[in-house]
T-cell receptor, first 114, second 111 residues
Framework: GENVEQHPSTLSVQEGDSAVIKCTYS??????FPWYKQELGKGPQLIID?????GEKKDQRIAVTLNKTAKHFSLHITETQPEDSAVYFC?????????????FGEGTQLTVNP | DTAVSQTPKYLVTQMGNDKSIKCEQN?????MYWYKQDSKKFLKIMFS???????INETVPNRFSPKSPDKAHLNLHINSLELGDSAVYFC??????????FGSGTRLTVV
């Protein structure tokens, strides 16, 4: 089955700096890679996703890159703000059909210091 | 107008009891899920239903039984609760296989 590794487990940055979280996956058949943000006491919230036919995707201060050859993908947050502090999860799954499942990384606790 | 709502938010119960967690989504999604998040924040899928049909059943004890009366509801019943069942359980839904919307979670504590 799929195995997703995520690094670092904790990340502390100063407000305004950039933050990068990296994930690797094992199953070359995986083709969908979402990122989730989980704030304290809440459920994970999808913030951005990328499919394997795309190398990079950007949404305002958030961007995700995918290297299919190396089987890794990364989340980039620029101009970080204190409200970006949360746990971030990467995930990978196969074809977007019924029966495929998400495998999550172990999460990264991001702290943005004012 | 909560998209995915689950109840209760907190559940404290004794070992050996039977309990249920309810989940409802008003997004019109075809697929619903139950996830378990342990104390280390690790998220693992338990079940997935598509249009009331079970499509994913991970290796969970058969004390856990999901029930989907219609595609907007997916409830989780747990028999003979054990200490190790303590966790946060999340319901989620999506239109395709990857859940886009999670509920706010049910923190289950077994004492």
């Amino acid at each position: 089955g799929e195995n997703v590794e995520q690094h670092p487990s904790t990340l502390s940055v100063q407000e305004g700096d950039s933050a990068v979280i990296k994930c690797t996956y094992s199953d070359s058949a995986s083709n969908y890679f979402p990122w989730y943000k989980q704030e304290l006491g809440k459920g994970p919230q999808l913030i951005i996703d990328i499919r394997s036919n795309v190398g990079e995707k950007k949404d305002q201060r958030i961007a995700v890159t995918l290297n299919k050859t190396a089987k890794h993908f990364s989340l980039h947050i620029t101009e970080t703000q204190p409200e970006d502090s949360a746990v971030y999860f990467c995930a990978a799954s196969g074809a977007q059909t019924s029966g495929s499942r998400l495998t999550f990384g172990e999460g990264t606790q991001l702290t943005v210091n004012p | 107008d909560t998209a995915v709502s689950q109840t209760p938010k907190y559940l404290v119960t004794q070992m050996g009891n039977d309990k249920s967690i309810k989940c409802e989504q008003n997004l019109g999604h075809d697929t619903m899920y139950w996830y378990k998040q342990d104390s280390k924040k690790f998220l693992k899928i338990m079940f997935s239903y598509n249009n009331k049909e079970l499509i994913i059943n991970e290796t969970v004890p058969n004390r856990f039984s999901p029930k989907s009366p219609d595609k907007a509801h997916l409830n989780l019943h747990i028999n003979s609760l054990e200490l190790g069942d303590s966790a946060v359980y999340f319901c989620a839904s999506s239109q395709v296989s990857a859940p886009g919307t999670f509920g706010s979670g049910t923190r289950l504590t077994v004492v």
